[in-house]
């Protein structure tokens, strides 16, 4: 089911829509839905990080939060750079 949402754009950033959209052959709902999903997943995937590297919560929890693997999830924090705070405990479920 989908609803209705009306939000209220600066000029420049509609502009900046309608851009975008044509460039990629979109119409400017299809491009907006698209940035708010992919924003909303990078959010997810910003706010679990945020929580694991402050140690308050598990690696298997940052999955969840950033409904990805743990799998991914690992090789997202390697690229990046993070440590792990991965406990024996937590490498015997991996394995």
Do not use: C
Request: hydrophobic content about 45%.
């Amino acid at each position: 089911m989908t609803k209705q949402m009306n939000l209220r754009l600066d000029e420049e950033l509609i502009k900046e829509f309608e851009e975008l959209a044509e460039n990629e052959n979109l119409d400017r709902s299809a491009l907006i839905k698209k940035v708010l999903i992919e924003g909303i997943q990078q959010e997810r995937f910003n706010f679990a990080i945020k929580k694991y590297v402050l140690k308050e919560i598990s690696l298997e929890r940052a999955a969840e939060i950033a409904k990805i693997s743990i799998h991914e999830l690992i090789a997202k924090i390697t690229q990046l750079g993070i440590p792990s705070n991965l406990t024996i405990e937590d490498f015997k479920k991996l394995i």
